[in-house]
């Protein structure tokens, strides 16, 4: 059975776990489950998150909060979760066209977001500050144990790995990336012209327009939006038909 999971806490995404399972039942021809991840369940497909890493969470000092997602990478922790193919989205995302694409892949390796808009230079020049990130994990394929040992690398190192890496993405960079060759062992990566940034553009440097509707694409990520733009990809939802 193909699995879609998203993660949702607090009440900053309010509904738009309902939204995004109604998107993915209008883009996949085939069946799946969908459950959301969540520290407040009330619907069906809402699973309780766990809480044992929280007491590392320092609100002042790390983003722990954003780590809650590689809770499922250990698939034993959800045993309501069966099947051996996974596909995560984060909350603020836009469909333009059919996501069989995601279960078409070949499965050697699990598979995430290379940020094609951003300058690889400059990612370079950035790398020891830990700030621009190539690697994206607003979508993430895999199969079953495919992620375990992430997981068991953070679990068993909480208290250095929240400290050392403020975000999820800063921490699979400088772990599970090498930017010098511009290559992961760990996962493929989504090829260029399927996933773009609504606030940075899609392919460096010769389509960087942001806020711009690509819907040949398949995929349009929100992240990083803030203050007035926060609403930004509901007015999207509207205009994307």
Not at 36 to 61: A, G, Q, S, V
Request: aromatic share 20%; with cysteine; hydrophobic share 35%.
């Amino acid at each position: 059975m193909k699995n879609i999971l998203c993660v949702k806490w607090g009440d900053k995404y309010d509904g738009y776990e309902e939204k995004l399972k109604q998107e993915l039942e209008l883009r996949l021809s085939c069946d799946f489950n969908f459950y959301c991840l969540t520290d407040k369940p009330e619907k069906d497909y809402h699973i309780k998150l766990p809480t044992f890493w929280d007491e590392y969470y320092i609100p002042e000092k790390n983003h722990f909060w954003a780590y809650r997602k590689f809770y499922m990478f250990n698939e034993k922790l959800f045993p309501r979760i069966l099947g051996q193919e996974f596909l995560f989205f984060d909350l603020d995302v836009v469909f333009h066209r059919s996501l069989d694409y995601f279960f078409e892949l070949e499965m050697d390796r699990p598979w995430i977001v290379r940020g094609w808009w951003n300058d690889i230079d400059l990612c370079r020049k950035n790398y020891n500050q830990g700030t621009s990130p190539l690697i994206n994990s607003s979508i993430i394929r895999w199969n079953r144990g495919q992620l375990k040992d992430i997981y068991n690398q953070v679990n068993d190192n909480l208290e250095y790995v929240f400290f050392t890496y403020k975000t999820i993405d800063n921490y699979l960079n400088r772990v599970w990336y090498n930017i010098e060759k511009d290559e992961s062992e760990k996962f493929n990566l989504f090829e260029k012209n399927k996933i773009y940034s609504w606030y940075k553009g899609n392919v460096f440097p010769m389509d960087m327009q942001n806020k711009l509707l690509r819907k040949d694409h398949l995929v349009c990520l929100f992240n990083n939006s803030s203050g007035e733009d926060d609403k930004a990809i509901e007015k999207v939802w509207k205009q994307n038909v």
